[in-house]
Structures are given as structure tokens and as C-alpha cells.
T-cell receptor, first 110, second 114 residues
Framework: RKEVEQDPGPFNVPEGATVAFNCTYSNSASQSFFWYRQDCRKEPKLLMSVYSSGNEDGRFTAQLNRASQYISLLIRDSKLSDSATYLCVVNPSGNTPLVFGKGTRLSVIA | DTEVTQTPKHLVMGMTNKKSLKCEQHMGHRAMYWYKQKAKKPPELMFVYSYEKLSINESVPSRFSPECPNSSLLNLHLHALQPEDSALYLC?????????????FGPGTRLTVT
């Protein structure tokens, strides 16, 4: 089983739609979790950290399910500018490097 | 301010050249990272510096040589690269190395080896 798995997509959704991405991780001792977005030919930008209690930032909601070892990202009222690749990132433990998923590509269509 | 800067933005070099990539952050972060990213792939970690000391080397070939002159600067020295080393090289920093600390990426240097 790969360490961090994501559906590569692409997810093609109309403006205003709600879209959700899931990501599973294999190391049950993983301690911290993040969602990054990456636009084409740009650097990854931190979207949000994911906390055990779940957290929301505007139209974006992240959830963590430790029992099932998955994290999710929900985007409400999608905008054209949300089109990007969304990277699920897990920090296993200690000083172990971050583990990146391969990314889920989202295209929001007018 | 969560800014990490990198220079140059683009670099074309021959296989016999020596060049250096530079990264700077003024957030007081004590961990800095070099990543390599190929098209349609996630970033791959190359090196980690923590408190200016090399903490992780992910078995990177010796033609890549990192250097951390001070807590704000990180360099990557390149020598005798191969065409397959062409990629986007990303620098990142975090407050500390370890879980719970978010990493912030610079805009990258797009390297082409001819």
C-alpha cells in the first residue's frame, strides 16, 4: 500500500459546485496532515493544516479520520480560481520527511 | 510574511558547467529544505538542514552539494549534471524540523541541463 494515496482525477466541476477529495495514509503513527494547492508550473502553497477536530477556512473544510486513516478536503461554491492540483501531505513522525500524495487535479468550468 | 525567495527563476546549463541555486527566508525558520519536482509528480525531498546542520540527505548524487551559510540562506551547488536532472528545484522552510510545522515553499528554479 502506498504511503499516501489520492485519486488523481481530473475532477471537472461547474462553478458553484461542491467538490470533495479524499486521501488515505498508511502509517497509523502519522502526526500531522496538510493540504497544499499547486498551480501549473508554480510552487506548492499551503492551503490548510488538518486538525483532529476538523477545521474550516472560508469555503474550505478539512477533516481527519484517524480510525480509518484518511483526510478529506471539501470545497464549497467552487470558483474558476480553485482550478489547481491539490496535494495531500502527511508528516509521519519525529524528523521523518513529509510524504506527498501524487495530487488530485481539479478543473472548475464556467 | 511567509515568503521564501529563490534565485535564479530559470537556469540553463551545460553538463560541464558549475552553477549555484540560492534560497533565502527571513521568517526566523530553523529548518530549510531542497526538493526536486518533475512534471506531473509530487516534490521529492533532497536535503534538510536544521539549525544550519545537514539533517537529512536522501541519497542524492554528489553532483548536488548543499550549503547553509547562515540561518537565512540555503544554497545548492550544481556540477556535472545530467539532462535527467532537469526539473523544478524548490526550496522550503519551516519553523522547526518535525511534525506539526508547516513548510513554506519558494517559487522554485526551473533548471534545464543541456
Amino acid at each position: 500500500r502506498k504511503e499516501v494515496e489520492q485519486d488523481p482525477g481530473p475532477f471537472n466541476v461547474p462553478e458553484g459546485a461542491t467538490v470533495a477529495f479524499n486521501c488515505t495514509y498508511s502509517n497509523s503513527a502519522s502526526q500531522s496532515f496538510f493540504w497544499y494547492r499547486q498551480d501549473c508550473r508554480k510552487e506548492p502553497k499551503l492551503l490548510m493544516s488538518v486538525y483532529s477536530s476538523g477545521n474550516e477556512d472560508g469555503r474550505f473544510t478539512a477533516q481527519l479520520n484517524r480510525a480509518s486513516q484518511y483526510i478529506s478536503l471539501l470545497i464549497r461554491d467552487s470558483k474558476l480560481s480553485d482550478s489547481a492540483t491539490y496535494l495531500c501531505v502527511v508528516n509521519p513522525s519525529g524528523n521523518t520527511p513529509l510524504v506527498f500524495g501524487k495530487g488530485t487535479r481539479l478543473s472548475v468550468i464556467a | 510574511d511567509t515568503e521564501v525567495t529563490q534565485t535564479p527563476k530559470h537556469l540553463v546549463m551545460g553538463m560541464t558547467n558549475k552553477k549555484s541555486l540560492k534560497c533565502e527566508q527571513h521568517m526566523g525558520h530553523r529548518a530549510m529544505y531542497w526538493y526536486k519536482q518533475k512534471a506531473k509528480k509530487p516534490p521529492e525531498l533532497m536535503f534538510v538542514y536544521s539549525y544550519e546542520k545537514l539533517s537529512i540527505n536522501e541519497s542524492v548524487p554528489s553532483r548536488f552539494s548543499p550549503e547553509c551559510p547562515n540561518s537565512s540562506l540555503l544554497n545548492l551547488h550544481l556540477h556535472a549534471l545530467q539532462p535527467e536532472d532537469s526539473a523544478l528545484y524548490l526550496c522550503a522552510s519551516s519553523q522547526e524540523q518535525g511534525p506539526g510545522f508547516e513548510q513554506y515553499f519558494g517559487p522554485g528554479t526551473r533548471l534545464t541541463v543541456t
